[in-house]
């Protein structure tokens, strides 16, 4: 492995904290065992001087949700010429905002649900905006993770109190076509689909609760649908991947619909990388464990950035330089 000293970004300051929390100490232990120099980095306001302090050579990306996996740190980590894992800036931001994802994947012809978006002027005329579009939707905050501010509405009495919650997590929210049907999530790494689980909350959706509470889903590995549909999900979720311009490792939440259609929700650039996690359990059944999926995520690292820190030394070893040709003084 080319790197160093890895620092593993965890924490951070949205509301999908504590599950990074578990996300980068998993991947830290992991990286350790397999005998890396693995520092963790809690994430806060002054992450700018943690970063500079630890001189680490890569930055492995454990943030879920705003400012870790939104195109904020890695902005941040190009300024300062730290590779980092995963998606460059524009992809981050694009896949972190459910809306501009939407538009980009019906730009290249891949189904999503049918979809309008709410900012705090429609609350206004709430009825108007939503027309015919009907019912059963799904109101979601349009940049959030987690299930964090979602709701399945089924009726006009529903949407208001949906769309309210929405909105105390972001300042636009989308309403989406409910699918009925299976839910699928496909692990991408590279430019390959490695495989897909399939999600059977055992009660509700797939919300926070039963995202995280053990025992409240089942889980398939690989989904039960037919080998066509199941070549067809991967297919699908590939070019999610990049139509949005991401890189190394993504999870692609898909609803596979009671008639057979498929459709593209979301696509998650720094997916939950916990062993019991869904891209780790899907890596595992295509024979790569949780170490060696943590190796080939920072493998990937730099082949995104503009600027590695090898340009970075190069650039103060410039300045060193400079300051030995300094003049010299004068002679008495
Ligand atoms: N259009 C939809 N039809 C049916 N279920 C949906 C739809 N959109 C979201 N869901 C359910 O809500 C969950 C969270 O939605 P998702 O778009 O993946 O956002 P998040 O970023 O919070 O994971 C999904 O895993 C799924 O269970
Ligand atoms: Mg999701």
């Given amino acids: 492995m ?50 500079r302090q630890e001189q680490i050579d890569v930055a492995f990306i454990a943030l879920h949700g705003r400012w870790g996996e939104d195109g904020c740190i890695q902005g941040l ?14 992809a981050s931001a694009l896949a972190m905002h459910k809306g501009k994802a939407k538009e980009l994947f019906r730009l290249h012809n891949l189904p999503t649900p049918a979809y309008y978006t709410l900012t705090l002027d429609d609350l206004q005329d709430l009825p108007g905006v939503h027309g015919d579009f009907g019912f059963p939707c799904v109101v979601k905050p349009i940049r959030e993770g987690s299930s964090v501010g979602v709701t399945i509405c089924g009726s006009f009495e529903e949407l208001a109190p949906a769309v309210e919650k929405a909105f105390a997590f972001d300042d636009e929210v989308l309403v989406e076509r409910f699918i009925a049907g299976k839910e699928v999530s496909v692990a991408v790494l590279g430019d390959r689909a490695l495989g897909a689980v399939e999600i059977a909350p055992r009660e509700g959706f797939y919300d926070y609760q039963n995202k995280y509470t053990r025992g409240a889903t089942d889980y398939f590995v690989p989904p039960r649908l037919s080998p066509e549909r199941y070549r067809g999900v991967l297919a699908q979720a590939l070019r999610a991947h990049v139509a949005l311009g991401c890189s190394g490792a993504t999870r692609v939440d898909m609803m596979v619909s009671d008639s057979g259609n498929e459709y593209v929700l979301e696509v998650n650039t720094v997916p939950g990388l916990t062993p019991t996690s869904l891209l780790p359990k899907i890596a595992d059944a295509a024979g790569i464990s949780f170490g060696e999926l943590c ?33 010299a003084p004068p002679a008495h």
């Fill in 295 to 327: 190796e080939a995520m920072l493998s990937g690292a730099g082949l995104t950035s503009r600027r590695g820190r090898g340009e970075r030394r190069v650039v103060q070893r410039s300045f060193v330089g400079e300051d030995r040709r300094e003049p």
């Fill in 2 to 51: 080319k790197f160093r000293k890895i620092g593993v970004l965890l924490g951070g300051l949205s509301s999908e904290r504590e599950v990074s929390l578990r996300t980068g100490e998993a991947v830290l232990n992991a990286l350790r065992e397999r005998g890396h120099d693995a520092i963790p980095i809690y994430v806060d306001h002054d992450v700018d001087v943690a970063l």
């Fill in 77 to 90: 980590l190009e300024l300062q010429g730290i590779p980092y894992t995963g998606s460059d800036v524009m």
